[in-house]
């Protein structure tokens, strides 16, 4: 009794003193955002023969051919093209957790986040029976698209289809050392507990180490963008997207929200960033020179200050 006491003070303990710094499991949680897309994708078995035979290939396997059953359309790609922005907004907002794809989101950020994503779900589903509606008379379509390709049997019904397409997003509590409830052993507990929450420090220091490079990567090219060349002469401007405005902004606002440690450098930018942007427009950059300088000095200075 005193041993299992002995090791949940200890745990608590433990607990306790990584809490005084941050703690993830009440500011924090973890995202699981996956989707699928039937690839419309299909083995010609009789066409890979050919292929084999015509090419004198000796070993079994050295081809396969795969026909695309909706060659020529684009509404396919149109659903996956949707799913690649949701997931490019997904690691924009949140940031990376585990191999497995789960990714940490502020409690902050979850009202916001959640109705984003619950309307990129309703959009998703609407685009996907939009598909289904006209795939029965894709199917006739393609009989002259795919030429001899072409079998009927190798379309499956617009039901199956329905099937093939999935969008899901789950929320997981921030697990804590303490959630092991494990019968292994007063030393393997503390053990596990341990072992965890050095992984957890990792993901964590890889997650900031992420966000870091995100405006590093950013701040680089605001710095070579702004840059002002001389050529015989004369000043030339570098040529730039309204992104590089936009994209600095969009950063500042999510480092209020995803510098979940409190990090010092990524404060200094964040607030460095929103001083000398506050009232510069994108137009007012492409035309003056001193706007360009100035925030490039800043830029600058501040990435030189941080050893960026």
Sequence with gaps: MNAQMNVQTLLQVKTQMKTTQYDLSTCSMLVEFGASVWTARKLDRGVTDEVVLNKQAQAKGAARVNKNLLAGRHELEDIQGYVNSVRTWVYANTLPWSDNGLRLLPTTKF????????????????????????????????????????????????????????????????????????????????????????????????????????????????SDRLTVDIVDGEEKARIFKDTLLDGALDLCALAKDLNVTGDKDIEEVRTTLLNVLSGVSIETLRRSTQAKTKVKAEVDAVMNKLGW
């Design 111 to 222: 009202l916001e986040f959640d109705k984003h994503i619950k309307d990129a779900q309703d959009t998703f589903y609407d685009m996907v029976h939009a598909f289904t509606s006209l795939y029965p008379t894709l199917i006739t379509a393609q009989a002259m698209a795919l030429g001899q390709m072409f079998n009927r049997e190798d379309f499956p019904t617009a039901q199956q289809i329905e099937d093939k397409f999935n969008f899901h997003v789950g929320y997981i509590p921030v697990p804590t050392s303490g959630d092991f409830r494990i019968n292994v052993g007063i030393g393997a507990q503390v053990y596990l507990s341990e072992q965890y929450e050095k992984l957890a420090d990792k993901r964590v220091e890889l997650a900031i180490k992420d966000f870091k490079d995100r405006l590093k990567d950013h701040m680089a090219r605001m």
